[in-house]
């Protein structure tokens, strides 16, 4: 987990609710789940450079059921003991 990550969520954008995550030092893999912890599909756009950690920008649908939803960032390091997770969660009324 690079120096300062943290997920934020940009709101409801388009129908569905987007969130931006950066620094990560390896390229993580996103989920997001429903509130008994089931995956939902997912658009997300992981990007790098050369000179950067990676950035993450993930988007969710929100379909009329859904009441919350998390979306978890998680970098892949084959070391259980040095993989990290970030999780947020989203009440919808």
Same mark, same amino acid.
């Given at each position: $987990?690079? +120096?300062?990550? &943290?997920?934020?969520?940009?709101?409801? !954008?388009?129908?569905?609710? =987007? &969130? &931006?995550? /950066?620094g990560?030092? +390896? =390229? %993580?893999? @996103?989920?997001?789940?429903?509130?008994?912890?089931? *995956?939902?599909? +997912?658009d /997300?756009?992981?990007?790098? *450079?050369?000179?950067? %950690?990676? *950035?993450?920008?993930?988007?969710? @649908?929100?379909?009329?059921? @859904?009441? +919350?939803? /998390?979306?978890?960032?998680?970098? %892949?390091? %084959?070391?259980p003991? $040095?993989? =990290?997770?970030?999780?947020?969660? !989203?009440?919808?009324?």
């Open positions: $987990l690079g +120096s300062g990550s &943290l997920i934020s969520i940009m709101g409801f !954008v388009n129908g569905g609710i =987007q &969130l &931006l995550s /950066s990560w030092l +390896s =390229q %993580p893999t @996103v989920k997001w789940k429903g509130l008994l912890g089931h *995956d939902l599909s +997912s /997300s756009k992981v990007t790098a *450079d050369r000179h950067s %950690p990676f *950035d993450v920008n993930s988007s969710f @649908v929100v379909q009329e059921n @859904v009441r +919350s939803i /998390s979306c978890s960032i998680q970098d %892949p390091d %084959p070391d003991d $040095l993989s =990290q997770e970030l999780e947020s969660r !989203v009440w919808i009324r």
